[in-house]
């Protein structure tokens, strides 16, 4: 063990170099559970429409979402961390979109596949609910109808930068109070209803 | 043994179990639901709720013009979006009295068909996954990339296409599409011998397949059943065959049928027309005619008493219209000459558009699931009045609790498969 | 020809009934009190035995329309692929129409759509509920009166916030 001047003003400070034997890495604990969280992501699919063809075709063997930990596709809402919302959602829908959302265990994170589940998209009717985020807390918004499945994975890519980026062990991340509102045009409107 | 409850064994059962199943559930592949009432492991009943992607299409297709529409034809049966645009654009056509010129036909026959094998794979795919051979669905999608790089290289969109309009199409096929559609034929029966291969006699699969959820003719005929599932139970109707619609009526191939009209009979049908589709592109594609794709000149449409959108009907009289007043002109012309630019806003604005007959039609294709129809009706106006869609899907699962009944919970997702319900063809 | 002798016999058992053709599709209107008897005729007498569709279509706003919700039933031989479509009007204050279940076991859903969508009650239905629709949704959303973007329903849920989740 050696001691070294790091303050550079010649005085012997408390400040200590350990020098570490091969093979070990020091980082903050958030960050190290970041990085597992990220690299293990198990997606569960929420596929309603055309955009889970598209999901499907992600998985499956020409794009192969398994090059990027998030292939372990899982029907159980218990035992996933990122639900994929690809497709539209409809009013008799939603209720179960949601009770799937809160029987997931935290942390979770949701990606919102497709123009309809972000906006409705081409789906300005009765009974289309206009973006999922005005019911649900959502990540990563993939535009397209449908997304590629390149656009896919890049979402996926993205989410793991952020949860690399702002997650902590104990989640405090969550807790933020911009994250607990719903969107703006909801906090404005009261309930969000639009027409 | 005596069940529990001091029950003799021969007394009945003194209540069911009811099960939840779906809507979230891998094997209704989207959003069915099905309440089971369950005896043991045996089916006694079975209530299937629909509903859970209904979109409002039909209400979408009053709003929208007859060119705009097909692009929510795309998302109705989203396995195979080519079979919706060619049925859609058929339907406004027949209602316009619009002939297509042969090149158009031959093409919308060849994406047709590729739409066809693409919705069978999934279908084949689906079943084995569902009953547990998950080689057998990657050995489907591979294929299916194929062609979803087919119909990329013939309108730019892998998977919504909206690739017809009315009288035409978007583009004409390019000469790369062609080589690419050629190669595709070489190599799908290699993949298919190998799922065949792989799944005809694997006990397990056969095993899980045969003797499940039998239909019999008789009771296909009584539900109105078409398409694979009818022709699994011995209805030899095709409306390829029986009534044929674009020139299908050149090319030749057979319709496949069975007898047994169980999971299992289902299953080889949908795997013999893919093979049947080959043959048909193989012949489009090797006596594709030359010419445009797009209508020119004039038809029986331009003759009749129609009426002009903004034209209280009255004024009907002067009538002599060219052909540019229906066909979406070339890209080019609108972006370079006046003319086109003119005659494309003639077309797309609002209050604007084709005049239609004040008439009614119901014009039926036959797409991968069966008979799909639309029975529009025309106002005058450049939108439907009324875009009745007739859904395969709809009509099939309508079918599911008199298949199940009696047969385990595990032939559920057996049954299921073998339907090939699509969501949003179901609820539209 | 087959067509035109179909519309004779049935004509002759039904005076009054309307027959018309279009791009060579053969059409007959039958009043709504003997709808459910020249079905049956159909099926019976003429093997018209595949029940293709059963729709409706809202004439509210259709220009020099008599009646508010026309019927059609699309009928086909399931050997031959002829078809014929039948059709009769019905009006406003709780229109009803006489079910064909009891014909074909494939008019359940159908009817029950027809129901869902606009309305129309099938007389003789067994098990006549929503379909598509929740069932505590009120209109009938494919009225021509009923707006496409709904009068708010797509908006009436509860809020989940990341806290709640
Ligand atoms: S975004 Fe497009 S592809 Fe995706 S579900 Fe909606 S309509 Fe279908």
Redesign the interface.
Known sequence: MAVTDVTGRGEAGPATIVELPEGVAVTKLDELVSWCRKNSLWPMPFATACCGIELMATGASRHDLARFGAEVFRFSPRQCDLMIVAGRVVMKMLPVLQRIWQQMPEPKWCISMGACASTGGVFDTYSVVQGIDRFLPVDVYTPGCPPRPEQLIQSIIDLQEKIQREGTLFCREFDAPSRQQPPMALRERGRGIRD | MSHPGGLAHDEPWPYLWTMNFG????ATH??LRLVLKLDGERVVDAMPD???????F???G??LDYNQYV??T??MN??SPMANNVAWHLAVE??L?IETPPRCQSIRVIVAELARISDHL?CLGAMGLDTGAFTH??YA??P??QI?DIFEALCGA???NSYTRVGGLMYDASPNAIEMIRDFLKQLPKTLSDMERLMNRNRIFVDRMKGVGVLSKA?A??????GPI?RASG???D?RK??PYLNYRDFDFNVCCAEGGDCYARYLVRLAEIRESLKIIHQAVENLPAGPVNVVGTGPFFGEKTFFANQS?SENTDLSPSASRVILPDKKAVFSTIEGLISHFELVMANRGFRTP?????C?TEAPNG?L?F?I?G??GPRA??A?C?PPS??H??LFPHLIRGHTIGDVVAVLGSLNII??EL?? | MMDSRVIQQLQTAFPNLTASEFRGQTRVVAPVESIHEVLETLKEKFAFDLLVDITCVDYLYYPDAEDRFGLVYLLANAETGRRITVRCFVNDTDPTVPSVVGLWKGANWLEREVWDMFGVRFDGHPDLRRILLPEEFTAHPLRKDYPLQGRGERHNFPVITRAEG
């Open positions: 809507p979230q559930h891998p989207t959003t629909i509903g859970f992607l209904h979109s409002g039909e209400k979408l009053e709003h692009t929510v795309d998302r989203y396995v027949k209602l009295g999934l669905f990657i999608f591979n299916r990339e979803s892998r998977f919504t009771e005929i009584n539900r109105g059943c078409s009818a209805v030899t109707r409306l029986n009534e009907r004040c008439e009614e039609i119901y039926a008979e129809g029975y009706v106002d005058g009045y009324r009745r007739r709809f009509v699962f309508a969501a949003a609820d539209r």
